[in-house]
């Protein structure tokens, strides 16, 4: 099965060819503080973990997760071990974080130990990496209903190797309960003598209940999955009902393994043929063309075969296979056209073209066993005419009053990244990828969950603006959906030397960043206005103004997880937890 080719589709209706600019806003945000009783578990990578990958998959670690299933809950972990969570019911009477799980191994012990990472698999199931290699999947009953209660480990697993949770999922089939899990890590490559010496690993593991009669239901891995590419992937999630998988990365990953057994490669198409000695030459001028075909030794004028229309040539010899057949580039004249035989060995044709002027680019349509041999006069011409892109003047432009752009005159915001970026669906059974989208200057800017019964949304720069797909792996012709757009924001985030973070809450109302320290800016949707404003320059009257809002905390320490509900922004460091109340129901 071939990938095939896909355009992400923009909905023209969701853009705003009218926007104007964000308004700054003074008005205050109402911003309150919880602070925690043990510091977030932050975890600083060591001298061997030196290489970008590194710093890309646990430098920028997002440590507050969202709960997508039960507005307002977020939850984070603790250097005690603890997973804590705190539901926000009403801002003024905030509670402390109630711990939910507890790490039972001390994984401070382990070497080239990462963060620990939490993914929400299901309104009851939940994933869990205590960052030195095992994973744990947990069953936490109804989280948002109001009463407590402990998670339940049901799975536990020492996989050998530090990792950090991406993405998980459940489903049920035929009675049997499934979680897909994808882990990511960054593997030392031995054979690997160029770069860094590392590797990116995604595991993708499906683990599922089996029970025999009379049995507890046992949770056990079902199948392993590894893909492994070069950069630390922008997205990555599994499909519903483990049907397939989503990569978007600057560099391709492939399957390598499946159950610890190498994936069988196909043998690659052979990309040019054997060179062999071509059949003829040929050469031409604006007004005819000549050919020059090998014939066997001692061949007469008689056993040659030879039909020659406008547009068609029949070149061969008796007894054996044409020689020079098909279709001319162009027409030629019959009439003015001539052939003789030289030397016993060789046949020379000379073809009178019918329009003086167009060359043409080859002899016969498709025909690759004849080899072009040009002139000294038109490689002399060709060479000319190719002076300037070899200029040793730095401006090659014979127009001095038009030099041309200086690329350090740009600004930042002006800047894509290199066009190698793709997202790829790679199918669940074939494990081969179905549908490539070629990113090119569509830079990757965050993920969100929108609807937790479907994939993680990712958000991508088109041109100025910022726009959000929704994969949707069930329809084939459209799998990513334009689904929201916010205006001017991928010119905004680029010129914020600082960001960190950037996300926005599931009905799109505003999008939101965060620098390293202390700042949020969040850039809200347009809305009308209450009072009758008037554009100076145009003379028009503003219907609806777009706001930017910028917040301060009242802290000095990193931030370390950004999260956004419909209402709140939830802002973590390693002693606070700040929620911003952004918008009212």
């Known amino acids: 099965m071939a990938a095939s080719n896909y355009s992400l589709k923009v909905n023209r209706e969701l853009l705003d060819p009218n926007f104007e600019s964000y308004r700054l806003s003074l008005d205050s945000i109402p911003t309150y503080n919880v602070e925690l009783d043990a510091a977030v578990e932050e975890v600083k990578l060591k001298d061997t973990q030196y290489t970008l990958e590194h710093m890309r998959a646990f430098g920028m670690y997002n440590y507050l997760h969202l709960d997508p299933w039960y507005e307002d809950s977020v939850l984070f972990v603790d250097c005690k071990?603890?997973?804590?969570?705190?539901?926000?019911?009403?801002?003024t009477a905030l509670g402390k974080p109630r711990e939910v799980y507890s790490l039972t191994s001390d994984p401070s012990q382990c070497e080239g130990r990462v963060c620990a990472s939490l993914s929400l698999t299901s309104a009851t199931w939940a994933a869990l990496s205590d960052g030195a290699g095992t994973l744990t999947l947990l069953r936490t009953g109804k989280r948002g209903d109001g009463t407590f209660m402990k998670w339940e480990p049901l799975f536990s697993e020492d996989t050998?190797?530090?990792?950090?949770?991406?993405?998980?999922?459940?489903?049920?089939q035929e009675g049997v309960h499934s979680m897909e899990v994808?882990?990511?890590?960054i593997q030392k490559e031995p054979q690997e003598t160029k770069g860094s010496g590392f590797c990116v690993s995604l595991e993708w593991i499906t683990v599922a209940n089996?029970?025999?009669?009379?049995?507890?239901?046992?949770?056990?891995?079902?199948?392993?999955r590894v893909l492994n590419g070069k950069t630390v992937p922008h997205y990555a999630a599994v499909e519903p009902k483990g049907k397939g998988l989503m990569v978007a990365s600057e560099k391709p990953f492939a399957f390598t393994h499946v159950d610890g057994l190498p994936v069988q490669l196909p043998d690659p198409e052979p990309m040019e043929v054997e060179k062999t000695d071509p059949i003829y030459f040929w050469q031409q001028t604006a007004?005819?063309?000549?050919?020059?075909?090998?014939?066997?030794?001692?061949?007469t004028k008689e056993e040659v075969q030879f039909r020659l229309t406008a547009d068609q040539i029949m070149l061969g010899v008796q007894g054996f296979p044409p020689l020079l057949e098909g279709q001319l580039f162009a027409p030629a004249d019959p009439e003015a056209s001539a052939w003789i035989i030289k030397e016993d060995k060789s046949l020379e044709l000379t073809l009178q073209k019918r329009e003086e002027g167009p060359m043409w680019s080859e002899l016969v349509m498709g025909d690759k066993?004849?080899?072009?041999?040009?002139?000294?006069?038109?490689a002399a011409l060709i060479h000319e005419r190719l002076t300037f892109l070899t200029s040793e003047d730095m401006n090659g432009n014979p127009d001095k009053d038009k030099p041309p752009c200086n690329s350090q005159e740009l600004e930042d915001c002006d800047g894509f990244p290199e066009d190698g970026s793709s997202l790829t669906h790679f199918d669940g059974e074939s494990l081969k990828p179905s549908q490539v989208v070629n990113l090119g200057s569509h830079q990757y800017l965050f993920t969100v969950d929108v609807n937790p019964s479907e994939m993680p949304c990712l958000c991508l720069r088109h041109d100025v603006d910022a726009l959000l797909w929704q994969p949707r792996p069930q329809q084939p012709g459209?799998?990513?959906?334009?689904?929201?757009?916010?205006?001017?924001?991928?010119?905004?985030?680029?010129?914020?030397r600082d960001k960190k973070f950037a996300t926005c809450p599931p009905n799109f109302s505003y999008a939101s960043l965060c620098e390293c320290l202390r700042r949020a800016f969040i850039y809200r949707q347009p809305s009308p206005v209450e009072t009758v404003l008037f554009n100076r320059k145009q003379g028009r009257q503003v219907g609806q103004v777009a706001k930017q809002q910028v917040a301060s905390l009242d802290s000095d320490k990193p931030i370390l997880g950004f999260r956004a509900t419909n209402e709140r922004l939830y802002i973590l460091t390693s002693s606070n937890l700040f929620i911003l109340k952004v918008n009212n129901n």
């Open 210 to 224: 089996s029970a025999g009669q009379g049995q507890e239901k046992k949770y056990e891995v079902k199948k392993r």
């Open 160 to 172: 050998g190797e530090p990792f950090s949770l991406l993405h998980s999922i459940s489903h049920v």
């Open 182 to 185: 994808l882990l990511l890590r």
């Open 81 to 91: 071990g603890r997973v804590l969570s705190l539901t926000v019911t009403l801002d």
């Open 478 to 496: 459209n799998m990513w959906e334009h689904i929201a757009t916010f205006n001017a924001l991928g010119y905004v985030q680029a010129s914020k």
């Open 287 to 299: 007004e005819d063309v000549t050919v020059f075909v090998r014939m066997p030794e001692g061949v």
């Open 369 to 378: 066993r004849g080899e072009y041999v040009m002139s000294d006069e038109q």
